[in-house]
T-cell receptor, first 115, second 114 residues
Framework: AQKVTQAQTEISVVEKEDVTLDCVYE???????LFWYKQPPSGELVFLIR????DEQNEISGRYSWNFQKSTSSFNFTITASQVVDSAVYFC????????????WGAGTKLIIKP | DSGVTQTPKHLITATGQRVTLRCSPR?????VYWYQQSLDQGLQFLIQ???????AKGNILERFSAQQFPDLHSELNLSSLELGDSALYFC?????????????FGPGTRLTVL
């Protein structure tokens, strides 16, 4: 079965701390894509990253970094020196190759950054 | 700004009524997706269109319908509304209709049914 698990329902940290959001997935596919989206309190869904299963290089974008490990089926997201504006719900998603061609979404992790 | 537009931003209506939500995809995107997000819940996929044709269906109620027009904009029609239909409705678009392509989301329409 294909599945995405974001076990952390809610994380609360103080500003400037580093925080890691976990994403563990299950899939039978050899080729797949993983995504992260951010949903701030204003409600919109913002695309953050798309990663191919053949590219295991870590990605860094400013204070954001992603660690993709096929051996543990994880695609974790780290925010360094967190800021209040990082407060949001973060969703991880997995592509699927079947008749429906739809994304499999994790339940989301609510991140609260306290000033 | 993702380039996907949705109107209206907010909609308040009564039970039993019918509403239409509108979505314009990013320039060049042929595929449109509709999602529902109820309070404290994740994203529920409703339906997908590609170049005017229905591509895939998710957990869409029979009271809901959608279409994609020749200019590629899409409309989601919700009828016989119930209190439980109150939710945030998102439209997303992508270039190709497969889940390997990035979906860019609109700002959403917040529907409140009273």
């Amino acid at each position: 079965a294909q599945k995405v698990t974001q076990a952390q329902t809610e994380i609360s940290v103080v500003e400037k701390e580093d925080v890691t959001l976990d994403c563990v997935y299950e899939t039978r596919d050899t080729t797949y894509y993983l995504f992260w989206y951010k949903q701030p309190p204003s409600g919109e869904l913002v695309f953050l990253i798309r990663r191919n299963s053949f590219d295991e290089q870590n990605e860094i974008s400013g204070r954001y970094s992603w660690n993709f490990q096929k051996s543990t089926s994880s695609f974790n997201f780290t925010i360094t020196a967190s800021q209040v504006v990082d407060s949001a719900v973060y969703f991880c998603a997995l592509s699927r190759v079947d008749s429906n061609y739809q994304l499999i979404w994790g339940a989301g992790t609510k991140l609260i950054i306290k000033p | 700004d993702s380039g996907v537009t949705q109107t209206p931003k907010h909609l308040i209506t009564a039970t039993g009524q019918r509403v239409t939500l509108r979505c314009s995809p990013r320039s060049g995107d042929l595929s449109v997706y509709w999602y529902q997000q109820s309070l404290d819940q994740g994203l529920q996929f409703l339906i997908q269109y590609y170049n005017g044709e229905e591509r895939a269906k998710g957990n869409i109620l029979e009271r809901f319908s959608a279409q994609q027009f020749p200019d590629l904009h899409s409309e989601l029609n919700l009828s016989s509304l119930e209190l439980g239909d109150s939710a945030l409705y998102f439209c997303a678009s992508s270039v190709v209709p497969t889940s390997t392509d990035t979906q860019y989301f609109g700002p959403g329409t917040r529907l409140t049914v009273l």
